[in-house]
């Protein structure tokens, strides 16, 4: 080996350890790599799903997401929601649509949702089996939401794929509802925790943020962004003074607290961007 490609190769050592101490994680694959747990395989995340029924804890949070999302439903409209888990949401979004279809890859989550069926009567709802990466619908629909699904993938491509086939089941000009978490949001809402003393919010082993950063170039090929909501208003609240607050137990999602910062961000919706969760409504091209 010569002595220029020993440099070269050094260079790319020390370069790659400036970016694993100064970059973002975000910005970063090798560290967001080592930031999840190595090697997940799909078999373990979709154990996970199939071992419980319940899919968001953060229950105030949830309805902001349901409420938002509704302003975007009509009744002409066919609508399927992928990734469905316990079909709680799609229940509701079903009192507003013309029909809806809820698909989880989780044969435990669907279980549950028919149960929820089964109580609630509605005559315009569907629940069955359905992975992302994999189901070909026998028809196209208006809109379709999928909310903290991407997450649950492994790679940046599988992302990639599942927007694809979503984009691929939707009409000209079909509306795709996406609620994800976000390694920027969550970035921002540590950095305002970090200003506060409190420790940075906990991620799920098992999950993938979106990298907003790296995601949008695709985004803008396949849709039209028609709007970028963030609840910094509630996380500010829910996870900055509340915790403060109750320091040192630990904050509780369903504190009074916490529907406050819900009433709250109804009417003011961001705070400085500080929100690990974010909704994008996009619209196909
Ligand atoms: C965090 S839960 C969200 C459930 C629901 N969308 C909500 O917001 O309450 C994620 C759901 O995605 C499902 N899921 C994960 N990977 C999937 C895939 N490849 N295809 C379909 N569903 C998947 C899981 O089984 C789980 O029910």
Redesign the pocket.
Same mark, same amino acid.
């Given at each position: 080996m010569g002595a220029s490609s020993v440099n070269g190769a050094s260079v790319k050592v020390r370069k790659c350890f400036i970016s694993l101490l100064f970059e973002k994680p975000a910005h970063n694959p090798l560290l967001m790599k080592i930031i999840r747990k190595k090697n997940i395989s799909?078999r373990e995340?979709?154990n996970y799903?199939?071992d419980r029924t319940v899919?968001?804890k953060d229950l105030y949070y949830?309805d902001l997401?349901i409420s938002f999302a509704s302003q975007y439903l009509n009744k002409t409209q066919r609508v399927l929601?992928?990734?469905? /888990? &316990?079909g709680?949401?799609t229940v509701k979004y079903a009192r507003h649509v013309k029909e809806i279809d809820g $698909?989880?890859?989780?044969s435990r989550?669907i279980k549950s949702a028919k149960a929820k069926l089964k109580r609630s009567k509605l005559r315009n709802l569907s629940f069955d089996t /359905? &992975?992302?990466?994999d189901?070909s619908p026998a028809k196209k629909y208006d809109v379709v939401?999928?909310? $903290?699904?991407l997450?649950?993938?492994q790679t940046f491509d599988q992302q990639k794929q599942?927007i694809k086939n979503i984009h691929s089941w939707l009409k000209a000009k079909g509306l795709y509802l996406m609620?994800e978490a976000s390694f920027q949001g969550h970035d921002k809402l540590d950095e305002l925790r970090n200003t506060f003393g409190l420790p940075k919010v906990k991620k799920h082993w098992h999950n993938l943020y979106i990298d907003e950063v790296g995601i949008a170039p695709f985004l803008k090929k396949h849709f039209k962004i028609v709007k970028i909501q963030r609840f910094g208003m509630y996380n500010f609240i829910s996870k900055i003074i509340h915790p403060l607050l109750v320091n040192p137990a630990e904050p509780r999602f369903d504190a009074k607290i916490n529907k406050i910062a819900m009433q709250i961000a109804e009417k003011i919706p961001n705070f400085q961007d500080a929100s690990h969760h974010v909704i994008y409504v996009l619209r196909k091209k």
């Amino acid at each position: 080996m010569g002595a220029s490609s020993v440099n070269g190769a050094s260079v790319k050592v020390r370069k790659c350890f400036i970016s694993l101490l100064f970059e973002k994680p975000a910005h970063n694959p090798l560290l967001m790599k080592i930031i999840r747990k190595k090697n997940i395989s799909s078999r373990e995340i979709k154990n996970y799903w199939e071992d419980r029924t319940v899919t968001i804890k953060d229950l105030y949070y949830r309805d902001l997401n349901i409420s938002f999302a509704s302003q975007y439903l009509n009744k002409t409209q066919r609508v399927l929601d992928i990734g469905c /888990g &316990n079909g709680y949401n799609t229940v509701k979004y079903a009192r507003h649509v013309k029909e809806i279809d809820g $698909r989880d890859y989780s044969s435990r989550m669907i279980k549950s949702a028919k149960a929820k069926l089964k109580r609630s009567k509605l005559r315009n709802l569907s629940f069955d089996t /359905g &992975n992302v990466l994999d189901f070909s619908p026998a028809k196209k629909y208006d809109v379709v939401i999928a909310e $903290r699904l991407l997450v649950n993938l492994q790679t940046f491509d599988q992302q990639k794929q599942a927007i694809k086939n979503i984009h691929s089941w939707l009409k000209a000009k079909g509306l795709y509802l996406m609620a994800e978490a976000s390694f920027q949001g969550h970035d921002k809402l540590d950095e305002l925790r970090n200003t506060f003393g409190l420790p940075k919010v906990k991620k799920h082993w098992h999950n993938l943020y979106i990298d907003e950063v790296g995601i949008a170039p695709f985004l803008k090929k396949h849709f039209k962004i028609v709007k970028i909501q963030r609840f910094g208003m509630y996380n500010f609240i829910s996870k900055i003074i509340h915790p403060l607050l109750v320091n040192p137990a630990e904050p509780r999602f369903d504190a009074k607290i916490n529907k406050i910062a819900m009433q709250i961000a109804e009417k003011i919706p961001n705070f400085q961007d500080a929100s690990h969760h974010v909704i994008y409504v996009l619209r196909k091209k």
